[in-house]
């Protein structure tokens, strides 16, 4: 009996586990930002080192990963534009006003290699999610890249297409 009471609660505590692994990797559930996390000085001219948070006008993103190029894209967004590829990144977002969706702080990727290209965010999700001020989310972006500027290396991703945008390496 009591070897079958110890299983029951061994299978309790690992499904209560995993489903706390799950809960805490939601894309679009807000969490406290981290107060340790201090906002990097940044620029188009000099982005910050991916995942630093950066940020500018109440606006902040901290880049955590990224898929350069992103073939498993096509089954959730269509096929890209002939010539280009998708690149997705996934950011910390925070914002400082209420009233924001997520779409309205979508990042603009941008290339060093190329100053004129402006990456427009495509979001996965079906709806906008609405922001609470002060809180962290984490949210995938997709972006149509020119083959020719798909290198991580040389791309960068800015919380706006302004000239004073803070921006973040997207690769380490």
Sequence with gaps: MRARIATVLSVTAIAGLALA???SDSNDE??????SSAVTESSW??????????GADG??????????????????????????????????????????NDTDVAPVLRSTADTAFEGEAVSPRAVEVPMTADRL????????????LV???ELIV????????A?????E
């Design 21 to 23: 692994g799950c809960a």
């Design 30 to 35: 807000p969490t406290d930002a981290p107060a």
């Design 45 to 54: 001219e000099a982005p910050a080192a991916a995942g630093d948070r950066v």
């Design 59 to 100: 606006i902040d993103l901290q880049v955590w990963s990224n898929t350069t190029p992103d073939e498993g894209a096509v089954a959730t967004l269509g096929d890209p534009a002939e010539g280009t590829q998708w690149v997705t990144l996934n950011v910390a977002q925070w914002v400082s006003e209420e009233g924001l």
């Design 137 to 148: 989310y984490t949210y995938a972006w997709s972006y149509q890249v020119p083959e020719e």
């Design 151 to 153: 290198d991580p290396a």
């Design 158 to 165: 800015c919380t706006t297409a302004e000239e004073d945008a």
């Design 167 to 171: 921006c973040s390496d997207i690769a």
